[in-house]
T-cell receptor, first 115, second 111 residues
Framework: DTEVTQTPKHLVMGMTNKKSLKCEQHMGHRAMYWYKQKAKKPPELMFVYSYEKLSINESVPSRFSPECPNSSLLNLHLHALQPEDSALYLC??????????????FGDGTRLSIL | RKEVEQDPGPFNVPEGATVAFNCTYSNSASQSFFWYRQDCRKEPKLLMSVYSSGNEDGRFTAQLNRASQYISLLIRDSKLSDSATYLCVVNNRNYGQNFVFGPGTRLSVLP
């Protein structure tokens, strides 16, 4: 069983809808990530939060809005998405700081389809 | 040049074969190295971290060559259940929490 929990597992939405993806971890990790993954491609980094502050935004369009309410939760708010945004959205967490050899742990993802 | 590169694959091998995957990285300041496996339509799962002295976990052996900026993964006595995409991941925490993924190598173990 994954230690990073994502909801919902599947989401179908229209281009005018507003929805949110949620991620939760209880491993005491202080770094959390959002990735987008298209078929047959590796995960593509979107956002990184470190100690609840946004530390990396990989030039993601503003129709994706991340939020980190506390050290265990990470949200991704979606608004006015395009069909090309259909993908698997993965949340991950890891130790923060400069300790090496600390891997990321992934949730099982939300499969998003934009109609 | 991409920051992390892997064998393009796919690799199709019979059960019981030994298969090796290669990964190169361009950032000499990279500090942490990992192999993940990803099954179709599933999330990446950590297979093993890669340590400087090399490390082994059952049928899996990982090696790191910092001078050549090269990582390898060896799978012995391959099983049908080893069929997956293998992702090489490199991290340099001096650049924040940035884990860089290679493109992945697809393995199919055939009966």
């Amino acid at each position: 069983d994954t230690e990073v929990t994502q909801t919902p597992k599947h989401l179908v939405m229209g281009m005018t809808n507003k929805k949110s993806l949620k991620c939760e971890q209880h491993m005491g990790h202080r770094a959390m990530y959002w990735y987008k993954q298209k078929a047959k491609k590796p995960p593509e980094l979107m956002f990184v939060y470190s100690y609840e502050k946004l530390s990396i935004n990989e030039s993601v369009p503003s129709r994706f809005s991340p939020e980190c309410p506390n050290s265990s939760l990470l949200n991704l708010h979606l608004h006015a998405l395009q069909p090309e945004d259909s993908a698997l959205y993965l949340c991950a967490s890891s130790q923060a700081g400069t300790v090496i050899n600390q891997p990321q742990h992934f949730g099982d993802g939300t499969r998003l389809s934009i109609l | 040049r991409k920051e992390v590169e892997q064998d393009p694959g796919p690799f199709n091998v019979p059960e019981g074969a030994t298969v090796a995957f290669n990964c190169t990285y361009s950032n000499s300041a990279s500090q942490s190295f990992f192999w993940y496996r990803q099954d179709c339509r599933k999330e990446p799962k950590l297979l093993m971290s890669v340590y400087s002295s090399g490390n082994e976990d059952g049928r899996f052996t990982a090696q790191l060559n910092r001078a050549s900026q090269y990582i390898s993964l060896l799978i012995r006595d391959s099983k049908l259940s080893d069929s997956a995409t293998y992702l090489c991941v490199v991290n340099n925490r001096n650049y924040g929490q940035n884990f860089v993924f290679g493109p992945g190598t697809r393995l199919s173990v055939l009966p």
